[in-house]
């Protein structure tokens, strides 16, 4: 691994000061934008806004304060950058499937034409909304998982940062529609998750492809997303279950099913081979003193 670089070590002020400016410009920054794209779907609104005021902010906060660029949050790019990528996107395409195949396959569900025509496959849609979900993804791991997260990690350490961020992600999803107490929770696994994905490898791209993967993978059944309905593929998943399976109207991600998969992509990361890369705002290390006339050697 490169050697870690150097940085001057922020109090807790300094550290208050840094991410509270970055969570405040996203949220005024993300309603100003959104506002800007209201007349396009919901989806696109949202996902868009907060890639781009995420961006804005990191690209400030980074430049200001740790005089960095944007990749020094996680988002240079290399073999294992790319690696990481696709590694992230199998798995959570994988637990989808196992989300969603598995119930299928013991006749809890079964996979039937959609009914709604807004569902119906399109090669122009699928690409619009596979574009808006990498977009969303990148958006929301930069602000969960970017400058603020990371300036904490390395101050307090992995226990002292990867929960609590999950929470504040399964508390920013509260105002979701058809919101359910599991989905709440599935959702701050997530959180937990994409943390500890950010861990292991040094870089942003681990946890994007994640939860592009998982996001991806949900509109092919039909099924909800975090409350928004986003058919893609002209079919939809038809339960035989009650909401403790099926997550009800929040989709996958409120079901019973769904934590087993995050646990299970737990395992599976804690175990996985990865090559983690340098990360800037954590790995840093205190500048050597300066030597001369009345300073310490």
């Given amino acids: 691994m490169p050697d ?4 001057s070590k922020p109090g807790l002020f300094g550290l208050l000061l ?21 007349g396009s779907s919901i989806l696109v609104a949202a996902a868009m806004s907060l890639f781009i005021a995420a961006t804005l ?4 906060v980074v430049r200001t304060f740790e005089r960095g660029r944007l990749e020094d949050i996680g988002m240079a790019w290399s073999p294992s950058s790319l690696r990481h990528l696709w590694l992230g996107v199998g798995g959570g395409i994988v637990a ?4 969603l195949v598995v119930p299928v396959g013991i006749r809890m569900a079964s996979i039937e034409p959609s009914t709604d025509p807004a569902n119906a496959f399109t090669p122009g849609k699928l690409l619009l909304v596979s574009v808006v979900l990498l977009f969303g993804a990148v958006g ?3 602000m969960f998982r970017g400058y603020a997260f990371q300036i904490l990690l390395r101050a307090y350490g992995p226990w002292w940062v990867i929960p609590p961020f999950g929470v504040l992600f399964a508390l920013a ?8 107490p599991l989905g709440i929770l599935n959702t701050g696994l997530w959180g937990i998750l994409f943390g500890y994905a950010f861990y292991r490898s040094g870089d942003l791209w681990l946890p994007i492809g994640l939860h592009f993967g998982w996001n991806w993978t949900l509109p092919l059944f039909g099924v909800n997303l975090s409350g928004f309905t986003m058919g893609l593929s002209g079919y939809t998943l038809r339960w035989k279950a009650g909401p403790l399976w099926s997550g009800g109207d929040y989709g996958a991600e ?3 099913l769904a934590t087993i998969s995050v646990l299970l992509l737990g395992v599976w990361l ?6 983690r890369q340098t990360a800037p705002l954590v790995d840093a290390v205190p500048p050597e003193p300066e030597s001369g006339p009345g300073k310490e050697l």
């Fill in 18 to 38: 840094r991410g509270g400016l970055f969570l405040l410009f996203i949220r005024y920054a993300g309603g100003l934008i959104g506002w800007l794209l209201s």
């Fill in 270 to 275: 804690w175990r996985a081979s990865l090559e």
């Fill in 4 to 7: 870690a670089t150097p940085y």
């Fill in 57 to 60: 902010a990191s690209l400030f």
């Fill in 173 to 180: 999803h509260l105002e979701n529609m058809g919101t359910n």
């Fill in 254 to 256: 409120g079901s019973i």
């Fill in 96 to 99: 989808a499937l196992v989300t």
């Fill in 140 to 142: 929301e791991e930069m």
